[in-house]
């Protein structure tokens, strides 16, 4: 099989790469890995404080790259791997708290806990605002997982994502709205969202 070996960065660059990379290409995983797992390995240490976990999702992102190129539907690429990490790394969370709660005979101190902003992020993936972010179009959660959840700038997640700016700005304003209907639609009476802003 003939590697593919892209001349620069690129969306369409990738994109070709993952269709490799889903007929068995090894060196196109390479090459993948050594494009995006840099920033991924920043934005997930913003997340997660422990290098051994944040290497652990890391590596497990790319096993599921190997083994999911196939589902790929035409995402941005960056975005698509992001997703992967972000639920990853939620995922080896929850595990480890489950794993701490088994382990330990004693009464649990609060040791290990996870964070507020861990707490916070699982409760956005999986509460309301992450039925209604699944509901969103991926372009567009991809925009406002990176602006919101990561905090990136613009900048950043343009460059995260492979879109200009203006692109993320509009993304980003479209998602909002998006997002706000769908939350009304989940929750219509009982709990009022946002304040007079």
């Known amino acids: 099989m003939r590697p593919i070996r892209p001349a620069g960065a690129g969306g369409d660059d990738d994109a070709a790469l993952l269709r490799a990379v889903a007929r068995g290409d090894t060196d196109a995983l390479s090459v993948l890995y050594d494009r995006h797992a840099g920033w991924l390995h920043t934005r997930l240490s913003r997340r997660c404080a422990d290098p051994e976990t944040v290497r652990e999702v890391l590596q497990d992102t790319f096993v599921t790259v190997w083994r999911s190129a196939r589902a790929h539907r ?82 950043e997640a343009a460059h995260a994502l492979g879109i200009p700016e203006g692109t993320v700005k509009t993304r980003a304003a479209r998602a909002r709205r998006e997002l706000r209907v769908a939350l009304e639609r989940l929750a219509p009476r009982t709990r009022p969202l946002g304040g007079t802003a």
């Open 74 to 155: 035409g995402s941005e690429v960056g975005g698509w791997l992001w997703v992967i990490a972000a639920r990853r790394l939620v995922d080896t969370r929850r595990a480890q708290e489950r794993h701490e709660r088994t382990a330990v005979a004693e009464p649990w101190d609060g040791a290990g806990a996870p964070s507020a902003e861990e707490r916070v992020l699982a409760g956005l993936e999986y509460g309301d605002v992450g039925a209604a972010l699944e509901g969103l179009s991926p372009e567009l959660r991809d925009v406002l997982r990176a602006t919101v959840i990561d905090g990136l700038t613009t900048r």
